[in-house]
């Protein structure tokens, strides 16, 4: 069985830093052709891919939106995956969520579908005050 755990969230202060964690649990992070992508969410919007990692290339996607200001990286000892977060703004208020993509589906990683993703973490909340 699949699961992810998220830890990290918190309040900060805009510009400040926070760094979630997502620990892996019966999904490789290593195998070729998976990968993991964090997506967020706030009240009244739809889920939003934040920030992608495919296993064993090297290969990274980000939104627009947190461009230069967030880093996702992985842990493959420890099976963790980070989401460093700088220069945090108001509008990066959300739920944040993991998620395990099914393999070969990285073209597909924007969306959030369960054609896409299989398992989800329980989220965790990040709020970001003026």
């Known amino acids: 069985e699949v699961r992810l755990v998220e830890s990290g969230g918190g309040s900060v202060q805009a510009g400040g830093s926070l760094r979630l964690s997502c620990v892996a649990s019966g999904y490789s992070t290593t195998a070729m052709g998976n990968f993991v992508g964090w997506f967020r969410q706030a009240p009244g919007k739809e889920r939003e891919g934040v920030a992608f990692?495919?296993?064993?290339?090297?290969?990274?996607d980000y939104a627009d939106s947190v461009k230069g200001r967030f880093t996702i990286s992985e842990d493959n000892a420890k099976n963790t995956l980070y989401l460093q977060m700088n220069s945090l703004k108001q509008a990066d208020t959300a739920m944040y969520y993991c998620?395990?993509?099914?393999?070969?589906?990285?073209?597909?990683?924007?969306?959030?579908?369960?054609?896409?993703?299989?398992?989800w973490g329980q989220g965790t909340q990040v709020t970001v005050s003026s």
């Open positions: 990692i495919l296993a064993g290339s090297g290969a990274y």
């Open positions: 998620a395990a993509g099914r393999p070969w589906q990285w073209a597909s990683r924007r969306s959030p579908a369960a054609a896409v993703y299989h398992t």
